[in-house]
């Protein structure tokens, strides 16, 4: 019988052209290592990869990230100019808005960033940043199923806007949702 090995728990970052550029035995090993940065402290995934006991590595590897079904780089872009411009209009985002402070332009690079390794693309967010911690980065901020709602609703219409009815998009937004409830932190 074949040695069981980690897998990748349909997370995508296990992709066929990265085993072919670098072996399987070095993609499980930099999956779990990523894994351990990235999700140790309970922040629910997104495509992020995740290391478990379980399938065979060729089971998963021809997966595509929600990053490569969206449109990659230019897509990641898209949404997220579109979404804090939505932040920046929309009267019941006001609040949300404000907590940002007055100039966007670094917080779209940063969640840009995040969003792109999130997604199973590029890692440009935890090399500069280190572990996410995302719900401990918010704490600061308080978040209730109102705020939580408010940019819900700017992010529901950046998708609408630049990534239409699809099944990468449904599953997105799934996850971002999921992600936006763990942010509360207040009743
Ligand atoms: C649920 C409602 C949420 C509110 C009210 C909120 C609000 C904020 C605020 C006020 C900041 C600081 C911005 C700044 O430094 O100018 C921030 C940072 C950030 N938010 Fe949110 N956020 C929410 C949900 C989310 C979700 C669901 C995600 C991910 C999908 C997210 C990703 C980020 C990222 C990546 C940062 C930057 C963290 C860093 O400095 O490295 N936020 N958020």
Redesign the pocket.
Known sequence: MAPRRPRDNGSGAMRAVAGRRHGAGQLVAGALRRAEILISDGEPKGDFPVGQEGERLSATAEKLSIYERIGGEKAVDRLVQAFYDHMDALPQAAE?RE???PELT??RK??RN??TE?TGGPAL?SPV?GH?R?RQ??LP?A?DDA??D???ACMIRALDDTLGDTPARRELEGN?SK??DW??NRA
């Open positions: 949300v907590m940002h402070g670094e917080i940063v969640f995040y969003l999130w967010y940043k996410p995302l980065r918010h901020f978040i705020r939580r408010a940019w819900m971002i992600l936006a942010m509360r």
